[in-house]
């Protein structure tokens, strides 16, 4: 008898045991699922492959100190750590009226088929058409001799290339490689995912 009572409490353990990690179970795909509908749905809605991205740089700061988002948080440039939106647009609608220009996402220029995709922020300085394709000059808002509202010279814009045809052109780089622009910044948020990528490579 005593044994068939401890076998009994046992099957009831399991048994509770099992319902639990089930609903946990059920739980966890539900959270999956939800974010995997939203990360889709934002990409629709924003047009664009990457609709949310950290800032892993500092190259767009202009604080003079260390630029972390944590003392500088709404300072009007970009800050590593903050998280930024960006919406997919047509390349002949992008401002490109400096200072108040729109600031970019492009993938950077490959200068061989073995460069891995990256993608990279600056500002555009000058938009030109050649051709029927827009090439955009464009330059870190914080490097350079004049940062960022300052009008900088064409030596300390960025000089782009890449080995396919039509990609960059005199050191521009072209509509080809253009993600979207920024449309808004979060301060501080996207040190989660900065933090999650550093220590865990999940993404």
Avoid at 5 to 19: A, L, N, V
Avoid at 73 to 97: K, N, W, Y
Avoid at 106 to 127: C, G, M, T, W
Avoid at 150 to 178: A, F, H, Q, V
Wanted: net charge neutral; proline share 4%; charged share 20%.
């Amino acid at each position: 008898m005593q044994f068939q009572s401890q076998k009994s409490r046992m099957t009831k353990f399991i048994k509770g045991y099992g319902k639990k990690f089930l609903n946990a179970f059920i739980l966890l795909m539900l959270i999956v699922i939800g974010f995997v509908s939203f990360w889709f749905a934002l990409r629709m809605i924003l047009n664009t492959e990457c609709p949310l991205l950290p800032v892993s740089s500092g190259n767009m700061c202009i604080a003079q100190l260390r630029c972390d988002g944590l003392r500088h948080p709404f300072e009007p440039t970009l800050h590593v750590g903050d998280l930024i939106v960006v919406q997919g647009v047509d390349a002949r609608s992008v401002e490109f009226a400096y200072p108040n220009s729109d600031v970019i996402v492009f993938h950077i220029p490959k200068l061989n088929s073995y460069q891995i995709d990256e993608l990279i922020i600056a500002r555009v300085v000058v938009k030109e058409e050649r051709d029927e394709i827009v090439y955009f000059r464009t330059k870190s808002d914080g490097e350079g001799i004049h940062i960022w509202p300052e009008t900088p010279d064409t030596s300390e814009c960025d000089r782009w290339y890449d080995y396919r045809e039509n990609y960059t052109g005199n050191g521009m780089i072209s509509e080809k490689l253009l993600v979207g622009k920024v449309i808004l910044r979060i301060p501080w948020i996207g040190h989660i995912a900065l933090f999650l990528h550093n220590s865990s490579g999940i993404f």
